[in-house]
């Protein structure tokens, strides 16, 4: 069974950092795209960021992209997103997500 | 960027057929996936690769495409239907993910 465990949300500052982490089981990790999706509260879901199996393709939505950078340890069934320059509109549950399995999801909270 | 469209809402008596559309200029080479979202819940996948179910979804939930658009229908829709439906679906390039503006459903 799939499953994906998020960590590292939390309240940070307008312009601070967070490093997100999933810890994945129950698959191959190596053997899949992996990705990133959030959603605000209120909100619809959004696709934030993609890696390749080897870490070699990386993409972004266009609201991330410069400031937002997803890495992962196939060693470790891990995958990493992290958050610098965040604004108030990064405020959201963030979701590590394997083709339709999502983990619990952990809150990103932006504010001073 | 790239768009998904769909109706913002939904509304039917339980045991008709819903019909949730979600239109894109890629879906013709793309696949759509389906997200069923009840409130306070995170999504659940319900349709993947247009058609297909994953196990534990109910047989009266089924996806179709055709051109550019993906449709969800939900046949004898029943009150625990209601939700938000979201469609999911990439780009021509295959690399940028998108959601849809999602369908409220209300079966009433």
């Known amino acids: 069974e799939v499953q994906l465990v998020e960590s590292g949300g939390g309240l940070v500052q307008p312009g601070g950092s967070l490093r997100l982490s999933c810890a994945a089981s129950g698959f191959t990790f190596s053997n899949f795209w992996m990705c990133w999706l959030r959603q605000a509260p209120g909100r619809g879901p959004e696709w934030v960021a993609n890696?390749?199996?080897?870490?070699?393709?990386?993409y972004y939505v266009d609201s991330v992209k410069g400031r937002f950078t997803i890495s992962r340890d196939n060693a470790k069934n891990s995958l990493f997103l992290q958050m610098d320059s965040l604004r108030a509109e990064d405020t959201a549950v963030y979701y590590c997500?394997?083709?339709?399995?999502w983990g619990q999801g952990t809150l990103v909270t932006v504010s001073s | 960027s790239y768009e998904l469209t769909q109706p913002p809402s939904v509304s039917v008596s339980p045991g008709q057929t819903a019909r949730i559309t979600c239109s894109g200029d890629a879906l013709p080479k793309k696949y759509a996936y389906w997200y069923q979202q009840k409130s306070g819940q995170a999504p659940v996948l319900v349709i993947y690769e247009d058609t297909k179910r994953p196990s534990g979804i109910p047989e009266r939930i089924s996806g179709s495409s055709s051109g550019t658009m993906a449709t969800l229908t939900i046949s004898g829709a029943q009150v625990e239907d209601e939700g938000d439906y979201y469609c999911y679906s990439t780009d021509s390039s295959g690399h940028h993910w998108v959601f849809g503006g999602g369908t409220k459903l209300t079966v009433l």
């Open positions: 997500a394997k083709d339709g399995a």
């Open positions: 890696i390749k199996e080897d870490g070699s393709e990386t």
